[in-house]
Structure formats: structure tokens, C-alpha cells
């Protein structure tokens, strides 16, 4: 059960993970989620925004939810690859996204997204569920 949930549309969106972060602390903000949920939920945001820019573009949008304990973040594509993480290497400039969703989120996972009428899939979505922090 959620209490409150938002989305937006990024099909269009010039610089993606920018618009997402602005995005997801105004409504965490509105929703007066403790700052520590919320430096993760940005963190969180970005990298799950960039790699779908860099593995599955375009992005279609985002999600946030709030139900009594977490936050939920969902991004949508149009791949219908599964994202697995890997060790990182911390010499590279990339590839540390989804070891730090690991480290930040009690779970991550992703779903096939189905087309409405077809039931074939259409894409996917990742998430990443954050425990809501009782630190401000």
C-alpha cells in the first residue's frame, strides 16, 4: 500500500539525471522525507537515470513512491535487457552504479514492462527500495 506516489515524464528531457535529481528532491521535500532518505534517493536517482540513458536509452520516465516505511524509486526504458551489477573497478570513471544501489538500498531488482493490450514486453523497470531513515 502507498501513501503517495509522482512521475515524470523524461522522453523529452535535455539533460535527464539533472531533471530527475531537481525532480525527486522537490517531491521528497513535499513529502518531508528525512535528509538522509533523501541524499540516497539523489544519489539513487542519478545513477539509476544514467545508466538507463547509457545502457537502454531513451529513458522514458521516473517514479517515486512513498508507502509508511520506504521510498521507491522506479526508471523506465526501452530495453529489454536485465541490468546485472559487477564488481566495480574503482580505477574506471563509470561502472559503479548499481554497486552503490546495493550498498544504499535494502533491495534493487527489475520487472518487464508489458504492453497493455499484447502482454509482450515493451521494456523494463528498475527500482530500488529506500528504508525511510529516522535521521533527519
Same mark, same amino acid.
Request: glycine content about 4%; charged content about 20%.
Given at each position: 500500500?502507498?501513501?503517495?506516489?509522482? &512521475?515524470?515524464?523524461?522522453?523529452?528531457?535535455?539533460?535527464?539525471?539533472?531533471?530527475?535529481?531537481?525532480?525527486?528532491?522537490?517531491?521528497?521535500?513535499?513529502?518531508?522525507?528525512?535528509?538522509?532518505?533523501? #541524499?540516497?534517493?539523489?544519489?539513487?536517482?542519478s545513477e539509476l537515470v544514467?545508466?538507463?540513458?547509457?545502457?537502454? *536509452?531513451?529513458? /522514458?520516465?521516473?517514479?517515486?513512491?512513498?508507502? /509508511?516505511?520506504?521510498?521507491?524509486? &522506479?526508471?523506465?526504458?526501452?530495453?529489454?535487457? /536485465?541490468?546485472?551489477?559487477? *564488481?566495480? #573497478?574503482?580505477?574506471? &570513471?563509470?561502472?559503479?552504479?548499481?554497486?552503490?544501489?546495493?550498498?544504499?538500498?535494502?533491495?534493487?531488482?527489475?520487472?518487464?514492462?508489458?504492453?497493455?493490450?499484447?502482454?509482450?514486453?515493451? !521494456?523494463?523497470?528498475?527500482?530500488?527500495?529506500?528504508?525511510?531513515? #529516522?535521521? !533527519?
Amino acid at each position: 500500500m502507498h501513501i503517495s506516489a509522482a &512521475e515524470l515524464d523524461l522522453r523529452a528531457a535535455r539533460r535527464p539525471p539533472l531533471q530527475a535529481r531537481r525532480w525527486c528532491m522537490t517531491v521528497l521535500e513535499s513529502w518531508n522525507i528525512p535528509t538522509t532518505t533523501c #541524499d540516497d534517493a539523489i544519489l539513487a536517482t542519478s545513477e539509476l537515470v544514467s545508466n538507463a540513458i547509457l545502457h537502454a *536509452p531513451p529513458v /522514458q520516465h521516473m517514479r517515486l513512491v512513498l508507502t /509508511q516505511s520506504h521510498v521507491v524509486l &522506479e526508471v523506465v526504458d526501452s530495453s529489454l535487457e /536485465q541490468p546485472h551489477a559487477k *564488481p566495480p #573497478d574503482f580505477a574506471a &570513471e563509470s561502472g559503479r552504479g548499481l554497486f552503490l544501489i546495493e550498498r544504499i538500498a535494502e533491495r534493487w531488482g527489475s520487472d518487464a514492462v508489458l504492453d497493455r493490450f499484447t502482454q509482450r514486453p515493451t !521494456g523494463k523497470v528498475v527500482w530500488c527500495l529506500l528504508r525511510l531513515s #529516522d535521521l !533527519g
